[in-house]
T-cell receptor
Framework: GQQVMQIPQYQHVQEGEDFTTYCNSS?????IQWYKQRPGGHPVFLIQLVKSGEVKKQKRLTFQFGEAKKNSSLHITATQTTDVGTYFC???????????????FGQGTTLQVKP | SQTIHQWPATLVQPVGSPLSLECTVE??????LYWYRQAAGRGLQLLFYSVGIGQISSEVPQNLSASRPQDRQFILSSKKLLLSDSGFYLC???????????FGNGTRLTVT
């Protein structure tokens, strides 16, 4: 079945170091979304990428969507303690009847930042 | 602006007891509604979704059920809880396809 995989599962970095999480889909995606979940909180939408090869930036965060629209990455430059949390990528389910808006999530990458 | 309310925030229930979690959305009409479950340290598993009143689709077989008695109300239920039902339950909505999911604050359920 359709799968979305993320690596690494965990990452510990020293504050100021960079961080990257990678997302790979078993199928071509019409779009990919990224969410952040702080410890004890709920996932919060960060960004959506739609176009092949698209790159978007939010301050220190850089998001990329692969040319084949099957992979994506999130890169954080100079991590801060406020970046701590779990980062999820998600893509639309394929198939089924009609547009349901269902998303399939990767397992997430949990980032720990040492001050 | 749109808001989503989910309650209770935490719940401890004995095995075999019933469950009812409620979620309501304000500020939008005819949203798609979803129930996700997150086991400790794990990803998000879609349990149910609904595209309209009374329309429920189940994603995984289990002893849980969902209902949508009103346009902006989504309820997750169980007649008899199992230990494996423990987890973080998240309600979410979107107002159109491919728009981002908006999650509620979640309910942490512990079945003892």
């Amino acid at each position: 079945g359709q799968q979305v995989m993320q690596i690494p599962q965990y990452q510990h970095v020293q504050e100021g170091e960079d961080f990257t999480t990678y997302c790979n889909s078993s199928t071509t995606l019409s779009n990919i979304q990224w969410y952040k979940q702080r410890p004890g909180g709920h996932p919060v939408f960060l960004i959506q990428l739609v176009k092949s090869g698209e790159v978007k930036k939010q301050k220190r965060l850089t998001f990329q969507f692969g040319e084949a629209k099957k992979n994506s990455s999130l890169h954080i430059t100079a991590t801060q303690t406020t970046d701590v949390g779990t980062y999820f990528c998600a893509g639309p389910y394929r198939g089924g009847s009609g547009n349901t808006g269902k998303l399939i999530f990767g397992q997430g990458t949990t980032l720990q930042v040492k001050p | 602006s749109q808001t989503i309310h989910q309650w209770p925030a935490t719940l401890v229930q004995p095995v075999g007891s019933p469950l009812s979690l409620e979620c309501t959305v304000e500020g939008t009409s005819n949203p798609n509604l979803y129930w996700y479950r997150q086991a400790a340290g794990r990803g998000l598993q879609l349990l149910f979704y609904s595209v309209g009143i009374g329309q429920i689709s189940s994603e995984v077989p289990q002893n849980l059920s969902a209902s949508r008695p009103q346009d902006r109300q989504f309820i997750l239920s169980s007649k008899k809880l199992l230990l494996s039902d423990s987890g973080f339950y998240l309600c979410a909505w979107i107002d159109r396809d491919n728009s981002p999911l908006h999650f509620g604050n979640g309910t942490r359920l512990t079945v003892t």
